[in-house]
């Protein structure tokens, strides 16, 4: 098909705007799902998308659109992407294979935190915006507000924004010709060498990695010998398609076109996200501008709860990490929980839904530790580590000076919820920038706040104070200085790596009680007395003990000498103080779940 009749676009919004809702509805319109067919988040396909009703991976889908009054057909290839802050880096992947993007704004919510921030992501791919109102059908929905906010807060026009309601499928003719009219169609010479942008990638046991392209110049066409240009692998072409929505072979993909291809490359690593595939004899001279690494910002240790499961979490880790790029893992040994891998993660619920995908997809029993950030630590020696678990810090005395990651957090709440939102900001070590009121009746709250005082349960507060309708965005700002402490947890004088934790030091002394006191409700009794410490450096702030399980040696003792009681009582207690010296505090892992799961 020519250039001209093709559109290549996405759809973005905050979370639950209807993204989805509105994909289904154009898949209906476009009959892309047969005739009579009814769509309810078919590009939703992984059970926790629907469970949740957020969307986690981008997904992409064909569809064929004759215009009713020119009596010409047009290709359109939609790329449905998240909407939640974590998972950034999958809209900034699929922006770079459209040309446009429609803007979801839910009428009865307005602009929201994630709508400005992924509006910002598409205006610097340089790609055309159409502002769409959505649920116009919900009761408290007010058109006219939205579209100031969009003006106001996103400098978009908004004289010939759409307004829809996808549940009821109304105004989505009005989409289909706009993304026709208003969209640009793709660039590119189909006669040049291949350059053909790889923007994802899934992984199938029988066909090895199937990798998500969208081609700038030239043709993919089965049997053709391609290369990566940065792995530098070299393989055949064994099957080429498109998504409509399930895959669909096809004879070629030409410039300008969106699709799949397969090459039996099957060692996960030859066919990485940002990579560029050209042609092995007739490559392009320089590969196309991949995408900036994701930087993890958030840790955490996974270990199997079976040791016999580890080659199975690593061969899971490797899957997923195809499927998606920014997620970071590499091995480590913890004395408490043995043989797991510390991973980095984008934020906290990109962390729990890597979790949930190695329980359901490989059906692992997982142990995860306490999420933490990266610090740079500044030695005496002058050399800067980053440090991204607590086993990695030094000692206080080896330490120069220690900064933290901030993030600018984006508030975006109704006028009469922003007490509480200001009083949890500030809580939270937070400091103030702006505070600015828009005509319909929202305030954005700007804070800088410390990455780490998110972890715990800012989220969730948040939505608590304002009954739902606060949202949040953020971006990383660099690292400033902080006054950090390590916290260790001493069992009878060992430590127990897997609780230490790395805390601001005026939290230091309410979170080590917080710890002591679960510990000891955690450990069963043993037959000598367990003691549970606290501690920095060398410096015991909290400590608690668990009483000994005690036997009635002198049960059988009934009358006679009290001498003999004596006796069996003195040698009781010398077989206990000698069971302290040598015995063993084995901590069930439920008593580890117990205590990472304090909220402060």
């Known amino acids: 098909m020519k250039q ?61 659109y004759r215009h009713p009054e020119r009596d010409e057909e047009y290709l359109l290839n939609l790329i449905d992407t998240p909407g939640h802050v974590d998972f950034s880096y999958e809209v900034s992947r699929s922006l770079e294979a459209c040309e446009g993007a429609l803007l979801v704004v839910d009428a009865s919510r307005g602009v929201e935190a ?39 807060m996103l400098a978009l026009p908004t004289d010939d924004a759409l307004v829809v309601s996808a549940r009821l499928g109304e105004g989505t003719p009005s989409v289909l010709d706009a993304i026709i009219e208003r969209i640009p169609p793709p660039a590119g010479d189909p006669e040049a060498p291949l350059q053909a ?50 895959l669909q072979l096809a004879q070629s993909l030409s410039a300008g076109e969106v699709g799949y291809v397969i090459s039996g490359v099957k060692r996960i690593g030859e066919a990485r996200v940002g990579d560029t595939i050209t042609e092995a004899s007739r490559p392009a001279s320089a590969p196309l501008p991949g995408y900036r690494e994701a930087k993890p910002m958030v840790f955490c240790g996974l270990y199997p709860s079976d040791s016999d499961d580890y080659p199975a979490l690593r061969a899971a880790l490797q899957r997923l990490q195809l499927n998606d790029a920014a997620l970071h893992f590499e091995p480590e040994t913890s004395g408490a929980l043995g043989f797991g891998f510390r991973c980095g993660f984008l934020g906290l619920l990109h962390m729990e839904i890597v979790q949930e995908r190695l329980e359901r997809e490989f059906d ?38 220690i900064e933290e990651p901030y993030i600018r957090a984006t508030i975006t709440s109704p006028a009469e919820y922003i007490g509480p939102c200001l009083e949890l900001a500030e809580g939270r070590r937070g400091i103030h920038v702006s505070m600015e009121y828009s005509q319909s009746q929202r305030v954005v ?37 902080a006054d950090v402490v390590k916290l260790d947890l001493l069992i009878n004088g060992e430590p127990a790596d897997a609780l230490s934790a790395i805390l601001p030091r005026p939290h230091a002394e309410k979170r080590a009680r917080q710890l002591a006191e679960k510990l000891k409700e955690a450990i069963p009794r043993q037959l000598f007395e367990v003691r549970i410490q606290a501690a920095i450096g060398s410096r015991i702030i909290a400590s608690e003990r668990v009483r000994p ?52």
């Open 4 to 64: 001209s009749y093709i559109r290549n676009f996405c759809i973005i919004a905050h979370i639950d705007h209807g993204k989805s809702t509105l994909a289904d509805r154009l898949l209906e319109a476009c009959g892309a799902l047969g005739e009579n067919a009814h769509a309810d988040l078919v590009l939703d396909s992984m059970d926790l998308e629907r469970e949740r009703g957020i969307t986690i991976k981008a997904s992409a889908v064909r569809l064929r």
């Open 114 to 152: 994630q709508t400005v921030a992924n509006a910002h992501l598409a205006e610097q791919a340089g790609l055309q915006i159409i502002p769409v109102i959505n649920k116009i059908d919900v009761l408290a929905a007010d058109a006219n507000r939205t579209c100031r906010e969009i003006e106001d």
């Open 197 to 246: 942008l790889i923007f994802d990638s899934t992984y199938d046991p029988y066909r090895g990695i199937i990798a998500y392209v969208r081609v700038r110049n030239g043709a993919l066409s089965r049997g053709m010998k391609i290369r990566m240009m940065q792995g530098g692998g070299v393989s055949e072409v064994s099957e080429v398609g498109v998504f409509s929505p399930q």
């Open 364 to 401: 692992i029993d997982l142990v995860a530790t306490a999420p933490s950030v990266a610090y740079n630590v500044l030695t005496n020696q002058g050399t800067v580590l980053e440090v991204e678990t607590p086993a990695k810090m030094p000692t206080p005395d080896k330490i120069a000076k």
């Open 445 to 481: 709250l700007t804070y800088e706040i410390p990455l780490s005082e998110l972890l715990l349960d800012f989220y969730d507060s948040l939505k608590s104070r304002s009954r739902g309708y606060a949202s949040l965005d953020y971006e990383h700002i660099g690292y400033r200085p």
């Open 549 to 600: 399980l005690r036997r009635d040696v002198t049960a059988k003792c009934y009358g006679g000498d009290i001498t003999r009681k004596r006796k069996l009582l003195e040698k009781q207690k010398a077989g206990k103080k000698r069971m302290k010296q040598f015995g063993r505090v084995d901590i069930p892992q439920e008593a580890f779940l117990s205590v990472l799961k304090i909220a402060e």
